[in-house]
């Protein structure tokens, strides 16, 4: 996977996602020498300096680190609401922007790495408006860069069967489905308390989002309506944001998914989420289904002390999301369909820049689009062309739950758009 032109990365957020997924994919990238510098920017100095200080992280990957932005010896309640735009504009063109921020920030951060010339994965959803990922899509599209949304789920095993199963006709027809994801308590007393308000975003459009676009991903139908009911609550520091959530997805067949989330799975439980999908076809005189139980894979630990997210001693471990590993390398390797997700993204991305090495500037755009138009069409990575029911979705999920549970259409042809009643 070496490159002789490695993929440098700006990577804009040191929350959670990046500690737990993106910088170990990242760095492992980098050892394999496909990923060059690594700049990582916050909006101040204490994310940065759990990320530096990880004794987790140093393990994995001895020797290696990343430049911190804003400098470590600036305290920590100095913001730098703005330091991103600096450091896009500073980036050499076509490299990547890597973008971990909380929902409602997505947009702006992508409009800027757009407008410097970055290719761009983004943490999901995308952006919290259809019309807003439809701008993003002709932008990159006009100027040769790759957008990858990093729907992870997509990259689970038992996600690309069912896919090629259903496709093959296995199933017949999906029609009735359940879907539930129900983060741990102790988000709440995290940065969480800080942006996960009621008037930004909510647990069916965080977490929610995954199973809808699972869905579509594996079954290819589009939803064409959303009712989402909301349960609110307060976090620690008085903030009102949506606890849990009640969503219930129509799909163009009639089909129906019912979507339980929240911020609520014991801290105390085994395991640090609660998490699965069921879904009901139809075919020709029988019924199928298909059912992943995401929080229980088949493996149990007991150990000394406690361990994992809510510090529990028995643990249901997930082997497949994102674990470290003993290799052949140095250090630990990451293994699971969350490092596979970063990597493809990045992969691609980089496929592009090595395939347009050399050509003139007319041609590097013409080769670009050609190569992320087959990236679209092939449907594994999500992208603004081929994911942006995600983003009607969620435009309709906001509507309805701002508006208590009511029913909000989604219309397709032409002019794709929700209708609220």
Excluded at 19 to 46: E, F, S, W
Excluded at 306 to 318: K, L, Q, S, W
Excluded at 342 to 352: E, K, P, R
Aim: proline letters at 5%; hydrophobic letters at 40%; charged letters at 20%.
């Amino acid at each position: 996977m070496s490159a002789v032109n490695p993929l440098n990365i700006t990577l804009i957020g040191a929350g959670m996602i990046t500690y737990d997924v993106l910088l170990p994919a990242i760095y492992h990238l980098q050892r394999l020498g496909m990923i060059g510098k690594i700049d990582i920017c916050a909006l101040n100095t204490a994310p940065l300096k759990t990320l530096k200080e990880s004794k987790e992280m140093a393990e994995a990957f001895p020797g290696q680190s990343f430049n911190a932005f804003p400098a470590l010896d600036e305290p920590e309640d100095k913001m730098f609401p703005d330091l991103y735009k600096d450091m896009l504009a500073n980036a050499e063109p076509r490299n990547a922007a890597v973008v971990a921020v909380p929902d409602q920030l997505h947009y702006p951060i992508v409009m800027e790495a757009l407008k410097n010339n970055q290719h761009v994965l983004c943490v999901k959803p995308l952006v919290l408006k259809y019309e807003q990922a439809v701008e993003i899509e002709n932008i990159a599209r006009e100027k040769g860069l790759f957008i990858g949304v990093e729907y992870h789920k997509r990259f689970d095993r038992r996600s690309l069967i069912a896919r090629r199963h259903y496709q093959a006709g296995n199933f017949g027809e999906f029609v009735m489905g359940e879907a539930k994801l129900i983060e741990p308590y102790l988000y709440r007393g995290s940065n969480f308390q800080n942006w996960f308000t009621c008037e930004n975003t909510d647990p069916f459009v965080y977490i929610g989002c995954h199973y809808v676009d699972l869905i579509y991903f594996i079954t290819g139908l589009k939803p064409v309506g959303v009712s989402v009911q909301g349960v609110k609550g307060k976090f620690p520091n008085g903030n009102e944001g949506y606890m849990w959530s009640q969503g219930r997805v129509t799909f163009e067949n009639g089909a129906v998914l019912s979507v339980t989330n929240g911020l609520g799975y014991p801290d105390e439980g085994a395991g640090s989420n609660e998490q699965g999908l069921v879904a009901y076809c139809e075919s020709e005189g029988k019924t199928c289904l298909f059912e992943h139980k995401d929080n229980f894979r088949g493996v149990s630990h007991s150990y000394k002390d406690p361990i994992g997210c809510g510090g529990t001693v028995f643990n249901y471990v997930n082997p497949d999301f994102f674990q470290y590993v003993p290799w052949e390398g140095p250090g630990y390797k990451p293994l699971g369909y969350g490092f596979d997700s970063v990597a493809n993204i990045l992969t691609a991305i980089q496929g592009v820049r090595q395939r347009v090495a050399g050509l003139s500037e007319d041609e590097v755009l013409a080769k670009s689009r050609e190569l992320i138009a087959e990236v679209d069409a092939k449907g594994l990575i999500a992208t603004p062309a081929n994911s942006s029911i995600n983003e009607l979705v969620t435009e309709a999920a906001r509507v309805s739950i701002l508006n208590n549970g009511d029913y909000v259409k989604i219309v397709y042809g032409d002019s794709p758009r929700i209708e609220a009643k």
